[in-house]
């Protein structure tokens, strides 16, 4: 497990070996969690890689016909 240093600035450099691992670029968003006693930082991806996600989800709903 690598340590990072909390620059004067609150700021953090990423290990190397993870930002090869998950492929991060420089300029990428990053959306900071506090849960309990640790941060995690969750990758926001662009709206437009999400297009098409849903394509060909059955969105038929069956409906109980005692309702009204």
Request: glycine letters at 4%.
């Amino acid at each position: 497990m690598d340590a990072v240093t909390i620059s004067p600035e609150f700021q953090i450099v990423m290990p190397q070996a993870v930002c090869e691992a998950l492929k991060l670029k420089p300029g990428e968003k990053m959306r900071v969690l506090q849960f309990d006693n640790r941060i995690e930082l969750i990758r926001v991806s662009a709206q437009k890689k999400a297009r098409g996600m849903l394509e060909g989800m059955d969105t038929v709903i069956v409906r109980n016909a005692n309702r009204v």
